[in-house]
């Protein structure tokens, strides 16, 4: 069966929308108008293309490579090279393209100069935020801290039982009411508490119960 070239067209441009609108998280209708255009495909495949490209900088001296694009660990786009080149006026001793990968080789203080400038940008901010993450969850998880916000925990769960139940005794309940507190921390908070008391449960519901 012979098919003409608009149909032919027609087809693979269906086919190629099918696909991209399955594997991409990019909407392909750029104008809303119910309708995906060449313009528009041919667009999409170049955000593809860019999204596949990896560009290896490589330092001719020592064999070094910095990497960037698909897969790489900074999450810096390949089309990010070109503007790296310009904005450190970098000279290019070798600039080769093969397929959606790229490798463009530097000497060794334009290689230096670049990966300076990659820490800064990205590399040093995503430690800094790091750093910053874990001394926060060290301080959540800090053994005096967890305690002294299960004191609070029970404090207040004292007053609003007994704001509930008037002239009830507390102490009646305070036990019972101690085996609920682990529902208001993390797993892994929880677990430290329960660390502290020698993974005795009992002990950690008394110390709960006391606190009230």
Same mark, same amino acid.
């Given at each position: ?5 608009? @149909?032919?067209?027609?087809?693979? %441009?269906?086919?190629? !929308? %099918? ?10 209708? !750029? ?7 060449? *313009? ?6 170049? +955000?593809?293309? +860019? #999204?596949?490209?990896?560009v290896n900088?490589?330092?001719?001296? !020592? ?5 960037? *694009?698909? *897969? ?9 090279? +070109?503007?790296?080149? /310009? ?7 070798i600039d ?5 990968? @790229?490798?463009?080789?530097? &000497?060794?203080? #334009?290689?230096q100069k ?9 590399? %040093?901010? =995503? ?6 993450? #874990?001394?926060?969850?060290? =301080? ?8 002294? @916000? ?25 036990? #019972? ?11 892994? /908070? ?7 008391? +020698?993974? &005795? ?6 110390? !709960?119960? =006391?606190?009230?």
């Open positions: 069966m012979k098919i003409k070239k608009g @149909r032919l067209q027609q087809i693979i %441009r269906e086919e190629l !929308t %099918r696909v991209l609108g399955e594997q991409s998280d990019n909407d392909l209708d !750029t104008n809303d108008d119910g309708m995906i255009s060449v *313009g528009e495909l041919e667009a999409e495949i170049e +955000d593809i293309k +860019d #999204d596949l490209g990896t900088f490589v330092d001719v001296e !020592t064999g070094e490579v910095l990497f960037i *694009g698909a *897969g790489s660990r900074n999450g810096i786009p390949a089309v990010k090279a +070109d503007e790296f080149v /310009e904005e450190l006026n970098l000279s290019a001793i080769d393209t093969t397929g959606t990968e @790229r490798s463009i080789e530097l &000497n060794s203080d #334009d290689f670049l990966d300076l400038h990659i820490d800064d940008l990205y590399d %040093r901010p =995503e430690r800094d935020k790091q750093h910053a993450a #874990d001394q926060a969850d060290q =301080e959540r998880l800090e053994p005096e801290n967890l305690k002294a @916000r299960l004191r609070d925990w029970a404090k207040i769960a004292a007053e609003e039982w007994e704001a509930d139940n008037r002239g009830g005794i507390i102490d009646d309940v305070a036990m #019972d009411l101690a085996t609920t507190a682990e529902h208001s921390f993390e797993p892994d /908070e929880w677990e430290e508490l329960l660390y502290q008391f +020698d993974n &005795n449960e009992y002990r950690l519901n008394q110390y !709960t119960a =006391e606190s009230m």
